[in-house]
């Protein structure tokens, strides 16, 4: 029947990963899983002793990089099962045995950065200059020994660690209100029949060209967080609350401070990415005209701030052609890199297409070892396109980072991790403009990106200066009330968008519904990464091969150097505020060719 998804054992096996890379079959992922487990007391048995030796230390490093690497591919295995029909009782068994499992692992693991840290002064070192393998460890334990100075002693340690899962508290409620509890009332549809607002259907509905359901859609969200507005700026105000008791308690200056402490972020690149973003503030103010033209409204308002601006383009692409648009659209990048999207592509990394219970969204995941793997939810369009690129530039950066670091340096950072994927989206939309059949599709393209811009980079400041100026509010001993968090939003949202829109009272709530202000000061990352990638991809446009060797050399660095280290590499200096300079001024030049595209059909 149309419109009913497969169930997995009946979609085309030419379109799902190769599972089997990881683990052959589910008795192999036993054997491991029971390996793994008998592991515990071998790590458990170092615990008092690494002050004997620094031969005593490099083993127990060892042990642990053995041990979580095995932990990776059983959990991950467990997990992908899972996701390809989260219905499936037998791998909701494995995954839960094996998040118990890590579990057990973290507890067994958790005296390893204390007791390093009781060391006494200078003995890391000298175990460094005695035993030459423990070279290769000489950034992670650095950076274990850089917290030092914001360890407390270990009887303050046992007791903050015990606050935690209070602390988590804001959190849960938070969580618990916003995706079991909370309803929003249905709206009437063109055909008279009701729509359901829920989270996963709002943003399309504000794409709908008909403005009274884009208008309704948006009263039915805000006008329900409004009715809670109280409670939830009580769960707000007691998770900056949390935060900022942490970073006092461990000597920071802030709770700001002590977030962009753990990748060694100082405070002024926040506060350069705000300062920046506002610099360049009437360039939104253009698109925000701009906008209000292209939709021939009288008076724009915030629910007309997704619906497409150049309707009637329906690009219908088959993901065949959705392969051919991103290596075409990633030439630059040379052969090299083309070679393993290629491999990628076709070796069984992608899980393709919708079946019964799969897990929703994309992601880029995977176990060190083997190749990574990404899972979609391919549909026909350009959105999907953008996803496979950007689902494929993080595959390729732990890829590359993967096969050039040991174990323990081959993750890397939040901070860079959007980087090599949205590099990947700059230089895919520079491809296909320049592409583009006729004038109608290279302005929907160009509106494509632009929208992009606009979330990640302005609305994920606006975000993250929110989040900037209630902390500091609660470090000043203010109350965040709801009318203080409600006016100063509202306030934002009006410098943000500029005097040709209507900033609807409703919005003022909009904190209320934003998940990641419970993990603070996470937001500006988006922004960060986005500036840098559209740096990087300018620099590969430019410049060719020198640059992307530069940029391969950043793919590789893993975790072995800080985030900030690592751009460098590239050619990025963030502590600058040039790259984020250079991508507003792209969005500038996007801007200007739209407002010529207008012209000339006027």
């Avoid at 990963?17 to 790590?43: C, H, K, T, V």
């Avoid at 890391?124 to 360890?151: D, I, N, Q, W």
């Avoid at 794409?207 to 409004?226: H, K, M, Q, V």
């Avoid at 393709?352 to 899972?375: D, F, I, M």
């Amino acid at each position: 029947m149309a419109g009913i998804l497969p169930r997995r054992e009946e979609t085309d096996k030419r379109y799902q990963w190769n599972i089997e890379d990881l683990y052959a079959d589910d008795s192999q992922w036993e054997e491991e899983y029971r390996r793994l487990e008998g592991m515990i007391p071998e790590l458990e048995a170092y615990r008092g002793r690494l002050g004997e030796s620094a031969a005593v230390l490099l083993e127990l490093l060892r042990r642990q990089d053995e041990v979580n690497q095995l932990a990776e591919r059983v959990y991950v295995y467990a997990n992908q099962r899972l996701h390809e029909n989260t219905g499936n009782g037998t791998y909701q068994g494995l995954a839960g045995r094996a998040q118990a499992l890590l579990v057990r692992l973290s507890a067994a693991a958790a005296y390893i950065v204390p007791e390093l840290l009781s060391l006494e002064e200078g003995q890391v070192e000298r175990f460094l200059g005695e035993e030459p393998g423990l070279a290769l460890y000489s950034h992670y334990l650095g950076e274990v020994m850089r917290r030092k100075e914001h360890t407390l002693s270990p009887q303050l340690e046992q007791l903050l660690a015990e606050t935690e899962e209070m602390a988590q508290g804001p959190s849960d409620i938070f969580s618990m209100f916003n995706n079991a509890d909370v309803k929003f009332p249905s709206i009437w549809g063109e055909d008279g029949e009701p729509i359901e607002v829920t989270h996963g259907s709002y943003i399309s509905l504000l794409e709908n060209p008909d403005r009274e359901i884009r208008r309704a859609a948006f009263a039915s969200l805000y006008e329900t967080y409004g009715k809670f507005r109280n409670t939830l700026a009580a769960a707000y105000k007691a998770n900056v609350t949390q935060a900022v008791f942490y970073a006092r308690a461990r000597g920071y200056r802030s709770s700001l401070e002590a977030a962009l402490y753990e990748s060694a972020i100082p405070v002024k690149v926040y506060d350069n990415l705000i300062g920046t973003v506002r610099e360049f503030l009437p360039l939104l103010h253009r698109y925000v005209r701009l906008r209000r033209r292209l939709l021939g409204v009288e008076e724009l308002h915030m629910y007309d701030l997704y619906v497409p601006v150049v309707p009637g383009v329906d690009m219908k692409i088959p993901f065949a052609q959705a392969k051919e648009m991103v290596q075409e659209g990633l030439a630059p990048m040379g052969e090299e890199y083309l070679g393993h999207l290629r491999e990628g592509m076709e070796g069984g990394w992608i899980d393709v297409y919708e079946n019964q219970g799969k897990r929703s969204g994309a992601y880029s995941w995977g176990a060190y070892g083997t190749h990574p793997y990404v899972l979609m939810n391919y549909h026909d369009n350009l959105n999907n396109v953008f996803t496979l690129a950007h689902e494929m530039g993080h595959a390729l950066h732990s890829y590359y980072s993967d096969h050039a670091q040991p174990y323990v340096y081959a993750g890397y950072k939040i901070f860079v991790a959007e980087v090599a994927s949205t590099c990947n989206e700059s230089l895919l939309i520079h491809s296909l403009i320049g592409k583009a059949r006729d004038v109608k599709e290279k302005a929907y393209l160009i509106n494509y990106f632009l929208e992009q811009f606009r979330g990640t980079v302005f609305r994920q400041t606006m975000f993250a200066e929110f989040e900037k100026q209630t902390h500091e509010m609660a470090e000043r001993g203010e109350q965040l009330t709801a009318d203080a968090l409600c006016s100063l939003y509202y306030r934002l949202n009006q410098e943000y968008f500029g005097e040709d829109i209507c900033v609807d009272p409703e919005i003022e709530v909009e904190w209320a519904r934003i998940p990641h202000f419970y993990t603070p000061f996470y937001v500006y990352q988006y922004a960060t990464g986005f500036s840098a990638a559209i740096a990087l991809s300018g620099r590969i446009l430019r410049e060719g091969a020198p640059a992307v060797e530069d940029y391969k050399c950043f793919l590789r660095g893993g975790s072995s150097a800080y985030p900030l280290e690592l751009l460098r590499m590239a050619g990025v200096d963030m502590e600058d505020s040039k790259p984020v300079r250079e991508a507003l001024r792209v969005f500038g030049d996007y801007l200007q060719q739209l407002e010529e595209l207008e012209t000339e059909n006027a």
